[in-house]
């Protein structure tokens, strides 16, 4: 499921860490690696979860609306359509995400670690990802949404069928929750880790709403695996260990293709992204030299400075001739794409 991009992007944030000595041996940097990642699969259930708890709350104010003593024809014949969503029902359903929310330990806030004994016994009582906690932030979510023009353009729509469903959901989990300010700041009381994972795993969600189909039904419905295939967990823990293995290789040959005047100046971040492609390129010959660089220009352009990303491809094009010339990097399979034999 996670992308490649992001498992490089996750290797970085550990490798940055390590250079500002906050994790001191590659042992708990393998392990602050792997538990960003896990994070980021929790996120994306949390997320499917909070579909299914606005679902909840708007058929709670439907029922109450009815339950008025004198309700108008409105609340007595409402617009159900996103309360019965039927991906929503579909995700309802599904065995898979109430195992995982069931056996994923419960969330601690950044108040809670205030107080360990409070953070312990909170965890004790309360296991397992819900929005039971955060009523609040699931209706002012939802009051946010109720207001949001791709909603009322949904609800108000001649067409009631499973396709305008699956187009709103994907829409509001694209579109909306990244936008949302009160659900970013929920998120982030809830988990550092989950500054900088909101884009891209409700992209996620995205492509996995995108499969469902309406004759399947929901406990039939596959969430993926965190990992895609066994080589991407692979990869992404070689990726790390082998640059903080060969740090002051990777480092040389960096200084070596750089002036006095630009290594002095050169910024962290920059350094860090070309060390993890040199290692790449090294460590992995099945991957194409054209898909290393293109991958780590484009997260430069990310989370380095404006010009770095125009540095970082100046700098890693001698090092690949280097590389080629010195016999140090030896591509096989797939990563022969783009070479010359």
């Not at 104010?61 to 039927?86: C, H, I, Q, V």
Request: with cysteine; net charge negative; glycine share 2%.
């Amino acid at each position: 499921m996670i992308s490649r991009r992001q498992l490089r992007i996750k290797a970085l944030a550990v490798l940055y860490a390590c250079n500002r000595k906050e994790l001191d041996d590659l042992e708990a940097a393998e392990q602050e690696l792997m538990l960003s990642i896990r994070k980021a699969y929790d996120l994306y259930h949390y997320l499917l979860l909070l579909l299914i708890a606005l679902s909840d709350l708007a058929r709670e104010k439907l029922t109450l609306s009815g339950m008025k003593k004198m309700p108008s024809p409105e609340d007595l014949n409402p617009n159900r359509r996103f309360a019965d969503n039927r991906v929503i029902a579909q995700l309802r359903e599904n065995d898979q995400l109430r195992r995982y929310a069931q056996a994923t330990p419960a969330l601690w806030t950044r108040k809670d670690r205030l107080n360990s004994m409070k953070a312990l016994n909170r965890w004790l009582s309360t296991q397992g990802l819900s929005w039971d906690d955060y009523p609040e932030v699931v209706r002012i979510v939802f009051r946010e949404i109720s207001q949001w023009e791709v909603y009322t353009a949904y609800m108000n729509s001649d067409e009631d069928s499973y396709r305008a469903d699956q187009k709103f959901i994907r829409e509001l989990v694209t579109r909306f929750f990244p936008a949302s300010e009160d659900l970013a700041l929920c998120l982030e009381e809830q988990s550092v880790y989950w500054n900088d994972d909101l884009p891209f795993v409700t992209v996620m969600i995205r492509n996995t709403v995108g499969k469902f189909r309406e004759k399947d039904a929901g406990s039939g419905m596959a969430i993926p695996p965190l990992f895609t295939n066994e080589e991407d967990e692979q990869f992404v823990r070689v990726l790390l260990r082998k640059t903080l293995l060969n740090s002051d290789r990777n480092s040389t040959m960096i200084d070596a293709h750089t002036t006095n005047w630009e290594v002095e100046r050169i910024a962290l971040m920059d350094k860090l992204v070309m060390q993890l492609a040199i290692t790449e390129l090294a460590e992995f010959p099945e991957v194409p030299v054209k898909v290393t660089l293109n991958e780590y220009i484009e997260i430069a352009k990310d989370y380095c400075t404006a010009k770095s990303s125009t540095f970082v491809n100046g700098i890693l094009d001698k090092i690949v001739k280097e590389m080629r010339a010195s016999g140090t990097m030896a591509k096989t399979g797939r990563g022969l794409i783009g070479e010359e034999i």
